[in-house]
């Protein structure tokens, strides 16, 4: 009795770990969340039961993963980006193991960095910044909220996950504990997909710019100097050179950087 | 002319992703860093040259790189971890994109999340940590050095790249600015890897407890409540052990807690 917990990484199904990728190959029932890509979903087995998530309460997964690994069933519970990182990954372990069956996590790339990645943007850089923050706006916290003041005040770079629809309120906040709002920064939607969207602007039009560019989740926030350096790693031809707003659509499959 | 920047994933040669195992299997030639595990140096075709970056500075890499391209070779750079989370991967970008030389980025999984979790480690999970804050004890910053100040006051878990070196020091700076010397951390040398050792203790009690281990780099350290989690996720049997071998499967991988 053995339950896979599986990161299927960004969106790019080409993200998937080769560890990861070979348990999909040979599982008996796939339980995959909404945002895995398709691809990823087809590699299950010909005969291999696909469970979406979608429907299901994280209470409702959990009995199911409990269910199916008693039942005897190979099980991949296949999550966007890592398990363990705003994945929820932890609860799922947690009553696994309550019920005495052993889970293996296989970790995913998260959007974390390989999102800014794909918008030409490093969140770490040499001089610019050595540390990165990050927070969820909603979800995976569960009671906790956003510590505003302590994001307010750190150095380096700040990631949101799961922000796009409280971004006024998070910005203006940010702001108003002393955030400079000039800070660049950029919200990056479907990251790493074909459909991706990289909206730039100074921190407090970035609510507005997000809006006017009709982005929608699932997004991810970058604040920081490191965005600068989008425009000196990737000077995407359809970029607008007006002003400090520009949207950016990308190919499919991971970043091509060209000069 | 294009270089692939490949992240190799955190040690545990199954936890490239498919992309990026798909370039290594077709280069000509690849530029591989000294943490990279030896059996992706292996999936090289049999007549591509492997070149280890031991003996090169960063600024002899950047060049090599650019001279492989001009030259027509299929490059791939193997980066341990993930190519822009304190992977300096921007620099090499920047290097070849002011040569006029494409780069692709291929994210991998960053040690960030996948070392803790093979330790048993969420460093995110509802109730407990809802932010993260991550640093490099040296390399990837340069110039700037680790804000203790921000560092210790920061909500949530820790994340310390680069940091056994200094661990002592470190630690005194976050517990002289304030932080609860009583805070559950650890440190995981080898993550992933066959040789994984996981030495937990109170925050204060850490630098100790690692030398009393001799555990040597590299290592990451997390602190934060999250660490107590360990106990609790770790109680199945062999939870990353599995019998489903092939060249890529990950070993198992052994936590040795001492309190």
Known sequence: MIVYLVGAGPGDPGLITARGLELIRTCDVLVFD?????????????????????????????????ELARAGRIVVRLKGGDPFLFGRGGEEVEALSAAGIRSEVVPGVSCLSAVPAAAGIPITHRGVS????????????GALGLDLDALACAPGTLVL?????????????LIARGKDPLTPAAVIASGTRAEQRTVVAALHKLPAAAVAASVVAPALVVIGDVVELADELDAAPSRSSSGNTSVMSRKPTVATMER
């Open 34 to 66: 909404r945002l895995v890509a398709r691809e990823l979903v087809d590699e299950a087995p010909v005969g291999a039961m696909r469970i979406g998530r979608e429907t299901l309460s994280q209470e409702e997964i959990n009995r199911l993963l409990i």
């Open 130 to 141: 050595a540390q990165v923050t990050i927070a969820a706006g909603s979800g995976a916290g």
């Open 161 to 173: 996950f799961m922000s796009l629809g409280r971004l006024d309120e998070i910005v203006d906040g």
